[in-house]
Nanobody
Framework: QVQLVESGGGLVQAGGSLRLSCAAS??????YAWFRQTPGKEREFVSA????????YYRDSVKGRFTISRDNAANTYYLQMNKLKPEDTAVYYC??????????????????WGQGTQVTVSS
């Protein structure tokens, strides 16, 4: 059974940092990603990492502030979020894909999803 279990969300002041973790079990994938969603809006891509070579991709608004990384041995990947802004407030989801394309930043390209973790950034 495939599971993606997230942790690390919470409340932080603007300018602060959080690290999200996503532990994958059951299978390994080619690509992992983080998405986020706010009420009434579509889920949006944040960042992706390719398992075999660690290649990464970010949406423009988080470049230079967020870092995605992976621990292949533990089948776990992370999103380090620094210099957080109130507009980063959202439910963050990890996702996994067997797809071999790159980069993959559409929700339909990811077959497996975590349960989501709330990140709230206060001003």
């Amino acid at each position: 059974q495939v599971q993606l279990v997230e942790s690390g969300g919470g409340l932080v002041q603007a300018g602060g940092s959080l690290r999200l973790s996503c532990a994958a079990s059951g299978l390994t994938f080619n690509n992992y990603a983080w998405f986020r969603q706010t009420p009434g809006k579509e889920r949006e891509f944040v960042s992706a990492i390719r398992k075999n070579d660690g290649n990464t991709y970010y949406r423009d608004s988080v470049k230079g502030r967020f870092t995605i990384s992976r621990d292949n041995a533990a089948n776990t990947y992370y999103l380090q979020m620094n210099k957080l802004k109130p507009e980063d407030t959202a439910v963050y989801y990890c996702a996994a894909s067997y797809g071999r394309g790159w980069p993959l930043f559409k929700t339909y390209e990811y077959a497996y999803w975590g349960q989501g973790t709330q990140v709230t950034v206060s001003s």
